[in-house]
């Protein structure tokens, strides 16, 4: 399962919204007056206020929830609107030298759960993929991951300071392009990925916005 695009990204707007958006892992906040994209197995929606950009993307197929959740979400967001790199944020992070401790998502969120506080980011202290943790670092910002009670959807929220991507823009903030990756983290083979499984198991591609 390789879900990706070529060279044309799908595009759309980034509505500008009065009220700050809750993370906490629901898409309660996004129900009405949203444009929710469906790709593939993913669906996702941008929003951006005064201070800060928000996405939600949630994970709506079986194999695609439990990629996400045992390789991590890694959201890229180029402020000039190109298929460029430019600022990373990685989610959860996983650390291929350990052992898997995680019982399944399902299950995960349904015992009392550790806090996920490490998080992977590029491109704002560092030029490298670096681990932090979000209760250090002073940075306002978030993301938060959460099952959907009804739904049964992974979701992931995002809150990104408007300026992490001011300074990384080289002509103001007239376009923001957003990239979805997730790869199998290849801890195992066999028995130890999860059922329905290959190596190549990816999905990796960019939507592209105008700011209102």
Known sequence: MILGLGACAPTGVVPFINDPMTIDGKSDDWSEGFDRTEFGELVYALAMDQYFAYVLVEGIGEKTKRLMFDSGLTLWLNP???KVKSIGIRYPVIDRRKPDPS??????????????????????ISNQMLVVQKSRLQLDLDVVMGLDSLSNNLIYEFKIPL??????????LE???????????GRGIGPM?????????????W???AIE
Do not use: C, H, N, Q
């Open 207 to 209: 939507y592209k916005a």
């Open 175 to 185: 376009s923001l392009a957003v990239g979805f990756e997730v790869e199998d983290s």
């Open 103 to 124: 019982p399944g998502y399902t299950r995960y969120f349904r015992v009392p759960k550790p806090g996920l506080d490490d998080f992977g980011l590029k491109g704002v």
């Open 163 to 172: 300026k992490f991507l001011e300074m990384k823009s080289k002509k103001g």
């Open 193 to 205: 990925l999860a059922p329905g499984y290959r190596r190549t198991d990816k999905i990796d591609f």
């Open 80 to 82: 000039d609107g190109k």
